[in-house]
């Protein structure tokens, strides 16, 4: 495993250290969103061990924004959980886990992001992100209520 990256943003901490993720705290989140509703534990610590992710904490080291990356580290990065806790919104955490990302030196060379959003669309574009330019091509296998039994 390469060194962990951190990075200083405002009063808050970045980090890609799956050591200092709280799996807890972002079950609690992520079970209750809107696109991961009923997500067990389990599925979530394989779904982890499986990407990168990047972690923000405050000052105490508590846990508040979490944002992850499925990739190949080749030719493919799909970003999802992107997340910040309601009281630290507003803080531009969230598009700086993005940011982050898009200079890891692990994700460098992509050929293709991508990602699926109902309502962040502008905090997209600013890390440059576009709709689908040929949607006619793209397909899925979809089963948003698979958590919920």
Not at 103 to 119: A, F, I, K, N, S
């Amino acid at each position: 495993m390469n060194a962990p990256l951190t990075r200083a943003h405002r009063d808050y901490t970045l980090s890609d250290d799956p050591r200092r993720l709280d799996l807890a705290a972002m079950h609690a989140y992520l079970r209750e969103a809107y696109w991961s509703r009923g997500l067990p534990l389990a599925v979530l610590e394989r779904a982890v061990a499986g990407s990168l992710s990047v972690g923000a904490y405050d000052a105490g080291g508590a846990q508040v924004g979490f944002a992850r990356f499925v990739t190949d580290y080749a030719t493919f990065c799909y970003v999802c959980d992107v997340y910040v806790l309601e009281a630290h919104r507003g803080r531009g955490i969230a598009r700086a886990m993005l940011e982050m990302a898009g200079e890891h030196p692990r994700l460098q060379g992509l050929r293709r992001w991508m990602l699926v959003t109902r309502d962040a669309h502008e905090l997209y574009a600013a890390c440059g992100f576009t709709a689908l330019a040929h949607p006619e091509r793209h397909m899925e296998k979809s089963r948003p209520d698979f958590y919920l039994g």
